[in-house]
């Protein structure tokens, strides 16, 4: 499996929107609705943003959204928050019952 | 509430073997898979398998197959996973995570280092 490719950095200014693309094959993203997306500050564990391309659990704030165009799932964050700097990945499901991660993008709130 | 409690880092020479403990507590353990993630310094995350607590079945990565082993406890709501003839690259923080009721990666570890050096 190949790691699913997302951009090595974005960056906007606080209230602007920012998307993050994560582009995979028919195998992975574009074969299945099982799309999440982590938040991970340097030093701590993963967080669960969105998952199933779109959904959000509890306690994640509404500027977080996910979607999905064929091969290429993406996450946007409106409002951009000073605490929203951080590095994201996509997670695929890569069928066999695999998962398959992106490369990770830094967020950079100017 | 959910944690999965981690063992502490660990320093390994290369050749030698690692095993990583996973505590789980707040749900019933065999209710959920576990997988394994890995995070070299300064990269991103690697996927490398999961184990069904309740059957002790296994799914590896291909990179991982016949290097991986992951294990349970149930007596004890544990997950393990060894890694063997460790080389310099395995150095990298290992994290369990809950695949939960989202059939996603829902609950993290606070991840293991392991440094292999000679």
């Known amino acids: 499996q190949s790691a699913l490719t997302q951009p090595r950095s974005v960056s906007g200014s606080p209230g602007q929107s920012v998307t993050i693309s994560c582009t995979g094959t028919?195998?992975?993203?574009?074969?299945?609705?099982?799309v999440s997306w982590f938040q991970q500050h340097p030093g701590k564990a993963p967080k669960l943003m969105i998952y199933?391309?779109?959904k959000r659990p509890s306690g994640v704030p509404d500027r977080f959204s996910g979607s999905k165009s064929g091969n290429t799932a993406s996450l946007t964050i409106s409002g951009l928050q000073a605490e929203d700097e951080a590095n994201y990945y996509c997670?695929?499901?890569?069928?066999?019952?695999?998962?398959?991660f992106g490369g990770g993008t830094k967020l950079t709130v100017l | 509430q959910v944690q999965l409690v981690q063992s502490g880092a660990e320093v390994k020479k290369p050749g030698a073997s690692v095993k990583v403990s996973c505590k789980a507590s707040?749900?019933?353990?065999?209710?959920?898979?576990m997988h394994w993630v890995r995070q070299a310094p300064g990269q991103g995350l690697e996927w490398m398998g999961w184990?069904?607590?309740?059957?002790?079945?296994?799914n590896y990565a291909q990179k991982f197959q016949g290097w991986v082993t992951m294990t349970r406890d149930t007596s004890i709501s544990t997950a393990y996973m060894e890694l063997s003839r460790l080389k310099s690259d395995d150095t990298a923080v290992y994290y369990c995570?809950?695949?939960?009721?989202?059939?996603?990666?829902?609950?993290w570890g606070q991840g293991t280092l392991v440094t292999v050096s000679s």
């Open positions: 995570a809950r695949d939960g009721e989202l059939h996603t990666l829902d609950y």
């Open positions: 707040g749900y019933t353990f065999t209710g959920y898979y």
């Open positions: 184990i069904n607590p309740n059957s002790g079945g296994t």
């Open positions: 028919s195998s992975d993203v574009g074969g299945y609705n099982y």
């Open positions: 199933d391309v779109y």
């Open positions: 997670c695929s499901y890569a069928g066999s019952y695999t998962l398959v």
